[in-house]
């Protein structure tokens, strides 16, 4: 959105006000300083409602459980277990119940559901992209992602207007993500510093600790990258998500505790990557 700003402002000062060529690089930049107020200002989605936000992720979560076959009592578990990580209590709670029930039908309208999201939404863009990611990291909770997971998240996707190469992406990026979280449990008693100067390496044979490799695949870099690139990488993902922008664009404040965990696993990714490499 912010380039269609960009180049309609563009074209604007190169031919309205006759400045050429010159004037159409004025515009670009005019036309996103603009985009970047007006949506700071009064955020461009129009009316968002938080119920919606919460009540879709609820429906897909319990869509994507059904999918696998019957609804275990683990699947049940696993969705109570994130209501409660999200702290959801009172009217947040029975809605999250109930659309979590709701999804779980048989016949339940996921395409319409997601083009209702859409609509409300898709101004949105990172919103829309952390919604996919929570998706993902929820369905990950047992390990894995089931075939017919995999394909609901596809036609998330299509639905809200991502390529399927960064579903793709978001998928290898929150598998990473949570083999990083698993294997960093109870790992950091000692630091990063002290586990190389007594083993040689980052994590031993008989020590848990987080993966180097996840840890480039959290940022979506590759271990090859340099320290430039694994750096813009790293500013790129904690800009997209910081807690309190996420609120400002709408993000349920039910959310924001997900939010918070992705974003400590994001800098706990770039501080492993640091120490492996060397740099500040």
């Known amino acids: 959105m912010s380039r269609l700003w960009a180049f309609v402002c ?9 400045m050429g060529f010159l004037g159409f690089v004025l ?20 009316d968002l409602d938080p119920r919606l936000y919460l009540a879709t992720t609820f429906e897909v979560l319990g869509h994507l459980s059904k999918a696998k076959g019957n609804v275990t009592k ?3 578990r696993m969705a109570t277990q994130f209501m409660d990580n999200l702290r959801l209590t009172g009217d947040a709670r029975i809605l999250a119940q109930q659309s979590f029930n709701l999804g779980k039908q048989k016949d339940y309208p996921l395409r319409q559901r997601l083009k209702l999201f859409y609509q409300h939404y898709h101004n949105q863009r990172r919103l829309l992209n952390v919604f996919c990611e929570q998706l993902i990291q929820v369905a990950l909770n047992d390990g894995h992602l089931h ?15 991502i390529s399927r190469a960064r579903m793709a992406m978001y998928i290898q990026m929150m598998m990473a993500s949570h083999q990083f979280q698993q294997r960093g449990n109870g790992y950091y008693q000692q630091s990063h510093q002290q586990q190389y100067q007594q083993h040689g390496h980052y994590g031993n044979p ?19 990258a340099d320290i430039t690139t694994i750096k813009r990488a790293y500013r790129k993902r904690m800009n997209e998500h910081h807690p309190d922008k996420l609120v400002s664009k709408g993000l349920p404040k ?3 505790e997900m939010a918070k965990q992705r974003a400590q696993e994001i800098q706990a990714a770039y501080d492993l990557i640091k120490a492996h490499r060397g740099f500040k």
């Open 27 to 46: 515009g670009l930049f005019v036309g996103t300083l603009l985009y970047k107020w007006f949506d700071k200002v009064a955020p461009l989605g129009g």
């Open 206 to 224: 008989y020590t848990k600790g987080p993966n180097i490799d996840d840890a480039y695949r959290v940022l979506g870099v590759d271990a090859s």
């Open 254 to 256: 039910e959310m924001l």
């Open 10 to 18: 563009g074209v604007i000062f190169m031919f309205v006000f006759k």
């Open 147 to 161: 075939p017919s997971e995999e394909e609901i998240l596809y036609i998330v996707a299509e639905e809200l207007n």
């Open 74 to 76: 683990n699947d049940i």
